[in-house]
Structure formats: structure tokens, C-alpha cells
Nanobody, 124 residues
Framework: QVQLEESGGGVVQAGDSLRLSCLASGRTSDANAMAWFRQAPGKAREVVATISWSGSKTYYVDSVKGRFTISRDNVKKTYYLQMNSLKPEDTAIYYC?????????????????WGRGIQVTVSS
């Protein structure tokens, strides 16, 4: 089993930046494909960004391209989501997710391990 714990959320104003962190513990050798998802009130959970184990392959949903950056430090077992130029529509609970597969995916069902989520609120 892999345990994931997010940190770094909070309340910010539009245009501000936040960096989310996700610390993996347990059987971290199973945390290969990794992703950040988010869920806003009344909306379905959506993928925000994904990253391969090596970090060489990344994916971003169109709404965050150019503003968010996903990265990982496999030595520290920590994964990051740098969020710049935040907008009110970025307000959501953000979840980190991981799976033992090497191939990254954009569907929630493709990830076996999930953090509890952390709130990000962007005020206008």
C-alpha cells in the first residue's frame, strides 16, 4: 500500500501562487505514475496534471496550461504542483494520486492510491 498526504493548500487571492506537495510513504516503489486531480463543489473530479516516474512525460488539462507545473522528487518521495496566476475557478479540493503502472493516465479509475485531498480557495 502507498499512503499519500497533501499539504500546501489554503486561501489566496486571484493572481497569487501556491505550491502543493504530496508525500508518499509505505510501499513507495508502487508510486510510479502520479497525478493531481481536483474537484470543485457540484462538479466531477477532473485531472489537472500527470507525470511519469522519470518526470520526462507530463500532461496538463487545457485550463491550467502555462500556469501550473507538476514535478516530482523520487528521492524525497514527494510530488509537487506549482500553481501560478491562480483564478477563482481553480477553487477546489486537490488530490494527489499514484499507481504502480508506468504509463500515466487521465482517468481517476487508473489510479489506485489517493490522498485525502486539500482545499485550495482563490478569492476574486
Amino acid at each position: 500500500q502507498v499512503q499519500l498526504e497533501e499539504s500546501g493548500g489554503g486561501v489566496v487571492q486571484a493572481g497569487d501562487s501556491l505550491r502543493l506537495s504530496c508525500l508518499a510513504s509505505g510501499r513507495t516503489s508502487d508510486a510510479n505514475a502520479m497525478a493531481w486531480f481536483r474537484q470543485a463543489p457540484g462538479k466531477a473530479r477532473e485531472v489537472v496534471a500527470t507525470i511519469s516516474w522519470s518526470g520526462s512525460k507530463t500532461y496538463y488539462v487545457d485550463s491550467v496550461k502555462g500556469r501550473f507545473t507538476i514535478s516530482r522528487d523520487n528521492v524525497k518521495k514527494t510530488y509537487y504542483l506549482q500553481m501560478n496566476s491562480l483564478k477563482p475557478e481553480d477553487t477546489a479540493i486537490y488530490y494527489c494520486a499514484a499507481d504502480r503502472r508506468l504509463e500515466v493516465g487521465v482517468q481517476a479509475a487508473q489510479y489506485s492510491y489517493w490522498g485525502r485531498g486539500i482545499q485550495v480557495t482563490v478569492s476574486s
